[in-house]
C-alpha cells in the first residue's frame, strides 16, 4: 500500500534526518576501530560514544517520547547520559563496540522514520506541534557531527585527511566598519524549530554602534601576537591573562612557530602556511577579547550581533540576506570544506547593511554571558540551556564552517567557557558610535 504524501514537517524531518546520517557516515568511513575508541582528548569524548549516544537520544525522543515501543534496555539512558559522565571518564564506560553502535544508530533510525508515518499530521502536542521534536533531533545530531569534527582535529595518533569541496578564493577583501543606527532590534524567535533559549521572541533597544564588515583574519591577528599581545597584561581580562600565563600560550591554538617567518599550522592530516586572509579560528574569548582591546575596540554584544544580522531597516529575516534558506552561494556550512573561506567569498550572505559573512566560517564570541530571555520556559527539559545560565559562559554567535544549515539563523545562541579553543570560534570587533 502506497503511503499518502508527507506534509511539509514531516518532509523536512525526513530531509534533516537523512542529511545528519549521511553525513556522520561520510566523516567516519574508514577510521580503524582503534581511532573510534580511543580518547582523543580529555575535552572530547570516545568517538564510538557520540555515536550511540545520538541514538540513544534519538529513541529518547522520537519513539518512547512519541509512544513508540522502546528499543533497547534504559540502562543505556545512563550509560550515554552526557552530564552523567563527564567527557573525560567516557571511555572508562562499558561502551558498545563500534560495530554495535552503528548498528544501533541504524535500528533506530529505521523505527523513528517508520513511527513518523503513525504520527498526526497535526497536533497540538508541544513536542509534535510544527515537528518540534524532530527539528530538535536533527539539530542534535548535526551539532554533535560538529564536535566530531573538533575531535578529529584533535585527534594525533591517525592521520585523518578529509576530501574537502573548494572553497571560494576571492580578491583580497577590505576591512572597514559599518555604522548600525540605534533603535529596536527584533531578538530570538518563535520558530516551530526554535530552542528554548531563542524564546521567546522580544525587542530590546540598542544605541548607535560600528561593527567591522568581516571577521578578524589570521593575518591580522598575526600582527597582534607578533607584537606581543601575548605577553602584555594591558590588554587581556585579568581572569584571562592568568590563565594565559599558567597555560604557557603564545598564539592560537593549532599554529605552529615561524619557520623562516612564516606562521604554519595543522589542519587535520595537513600542516600548511598560514592563511592570511582567512578568519582566524580556535582562539578563546579571552584571546577575543583581547585582540579587541588591543586594536581600541571591544566585541559586540548579542544584541547588536542580532541587529546587524536582522538589519537595520526593521524588517524581520531568518538569515542576515532574507528567509531563503542557506545555501553555497551564501555561506560556508554544512562541514564539506573542512575549513573557513577567506573573507569576501560570500556576497550573497551578506546583510542589508553591508555586514559579510555573519553565518558560516566561524562561530563569533560576543560580550554577552548566557542567559534565559525575560519570559524564558525550559523545554523539554532543563538540561538544554537553564542549567547553563550564569555569568562563566560567554554566547556565541553565526555559526561555523562545521555548522549544519538546519542549525543556524540570526537568532541561534551557542555558548561556552571563555577558556574553549577547540571549538571553531573567531571573532569581529565593534566600537560606539561617537
Known amino acids: 500500500m502506497r503511503r499518502p504524501e508527507l506534509r511539509p514537517w514531516k518532509t523536512s524531518a525526513v530531509s534533516e534526518l537523512t542529511a545528519a546520517r549521511s553525513r556522520l557516515l561520510r566523516m567516519l568511513e574508514g577510521l580503524p576501530e582503534d581511532a573510534l575508541t580511543r580518547q582523543h582528548s580529555p575535552l572530547m569524548s570516545p568517538i564510538v560514544w557520540d555515536v550511540a549516544h545520538l541514538a540513544n537520544y534519538e529513541e529518547q525522543w522520537l519513539l518512547r517520547a512519541l509512544g513508540a515501543p522502546a528499543l533497547t534496555d534504559s540502562a543505556f539512558d545512563a550509560l550515554y547520559d552526557a552530564f552523567r559522565h563527564p567527557r573525560a571518564s567516557r571511555s572508562q564506560l562499558p561502551l558498545l563496540s563500534p560495530e554495535q553502535a552503528f548498528a544501533y544508530a541504524s535500528r533506530v533510525r529505521e523505527a523513528s522514520l517508520e513511527w513518523l508515518h503513525s504520527l498526526p499530521e497535526d497536533s497540538s502536542t508541544p513536542l509534535l506541534r510544527g515537528g518540534f521534536v524532530y527539528g530538535l533531533v536533527a539539530q542534535h545530531e548535526q551539532q554533535h557531527l560538529e564536535t566530531l569534527a573538533a575531535t578529529l582535529q584533535l585527534m594525533t595518533s591517525h592521520v585523518y585527511r578529509p576530501a574537502a569541496l573548494p572553497r571560494p578564493r576571492p580578491a583580497r577583501a577590505a576591512q572597514y566598519e559599518v555604522f548600525l543606527p540605534g533603535g529596536p532590534v527584533r531578538l530570538g524567535s518563535d520558530a516551530p524549530w526554535a530552542y528554548d533559549n531563542e524564546r521567546p521572541a522580544h525587542t530590546v533597544h540598542v544605541p548607535d554602534?560600528?561593527?567591522?564588515?568581516?571577521?578578524?583574519?589570521?593575518?591580522?591577528?598575526?600582527?597582534?601576537?607578533?607584537?606581543?599581545?601575548?605577553?602584555?597584561?594591558?590588554?587581556?581580562?585579568?581572569?584571562?591573562?592568568?590563565?594565559?600565563?599558567?597555560?604557557?600560550?603564545?598564539?592560537?591554538?593549532?599554529?605552529?612557530?615561524?619557520?623562516?617567518?612564516?606562521?604554519?599550522?595543522?589542519?587535520?592530516?595537513?600542516?600548511?602556511?598560514?592563511?592570511?586572509?582567512?578568519?582566524?579560528?580556535?582562539?578563546?574569548?579571552?584571546?577575543?577579547?583581547?585582540?579587541?582591546?588591543?586594536?581600541?575596540?571591544?566585541?559586540?554584544?548579542?544584541?547588536?550581533?542580532?541587529?546587524?544580522?536582522?538589519?537595520?531597516?526593521?524588517?524581520?529575516?531568518?538569515?542576515?540576506?532574507?528567509?531563503?534558506?542557506?545555501?553555497?552561494?551564501?555561506?560556508?556550512?554544512?562541514?564539506?570544506?573542512?575549513?573557513?573561506?577567506?573573507?569576501?567569498?560570500?556576497?550573497?550572505?551578506?546583510?542589508?547593511?553591508?555586514?559579510?559573512?555573519?553565518?558560516?566560517?566561524?562561530?563569533?564570541?560576543?560580550?554577552?554571558?548566557?542567559?534565559?530571555?525575560?519570559?524564558?520556559?525550559?523545554?523539554?527539559?532543563?538540561?538544554?540551556?537553564?542549567?547553563?545560565?550564569?555569568?562563566?559562559?560567554?554566547?556565541?554567535?553565526?555559526?561555523?564552517?562545521?555548522?549544519?544549515?538546519?542549525?543556524?539563523?540570526?537568532?541561534?545562541?551557542?555558548?561556552?567557557?571563555?577558556?574553549?579553543?577547540?571549538?571553531?570560534?573567531?571573532?569581529?570587533?565593534?566600537?560606539?558610535?561617537?
Not at 345 to 356: E, M, N
Not at 407 to 416: E, G, H, K, L, T
Open 209 to 434: 554602534f560600528l561593527l567591522d564588515s568581516h571577521p578578524v583574519t589570521n593575518g591580522d591577528y598575526a600582527v597582534f601576537v607578533d607584537s606581543g599581545g601575548y605577553t602584555d597584561s594591558r590588554w587581556w581580562d585579568p581572569q584571562g591573562f592568568e590563565w594565559l600565563q599558567a597555560q604557557g600560550i603564545r598564539h592560537p591554538l593549532f599554529w605552529l612557530p615561524q619557520q623562516g617567518g612564516t606562521w604554519l599550522r595543522r589542519r587535520y592530516g595537513w600542516v600548511e602556511p598560514l592563511p592570511k586572509d582567512e578568519p582566524v579560528q580556535h582562539v578563546c574569548w579571552y584571546e577575543a577579547d583581547a585582540y579587541a582591546r588591543w586594536a581600541g575596540k571591544r566585541l559586540p554584544t548579542e544584541a547588536e550581533w542580532e541587529k546587524a544580522a536582522t538589519g537595520s531597516d526593521g524588517q524581520p529575516r531568518v538569515y542576515p540576506w532574507g528567509d531563503a534558506a542557506p545555501d553555497a552561494a551564501h555561506a560556508n556550512l554544512g562541514g564539506d570544506t573542512w575549513g573557513p573561506s577567506p573573507i569576501g567569498g560570500y556576497p550573497a550572505g551578506q546583510s542589508v547593511d553591508g555586514v559579510w559573512g555573519l553565518l558560516g566560517d566561524v562561530w563569533e564570541w560576543t560580550s554577552s554571558t548566557f542567559d534565559g530571555y525575560v519570559g524564558f520556559k525550559s523545554f523539554p527539559y532543563r538540561e538544554y540551556s537553564e542549567v547553563f545560565f550564569g555569568t562563566e559562559y560567554r554566547v556565541l554567535r553565526g555559526g561555523a564552517w562545521a555548522s549544519a544549515p538546519v542549525a543556524v539563523r540570526n537568532s541561534f545562541r551557542n555558548w561556552d567557557y571563555p577558556i574553549r579553543r577547540q571549538i571553531f570560534a573567531g571573532f569581529r570587533c565593534a566600537r560606539d558610535a561617537r
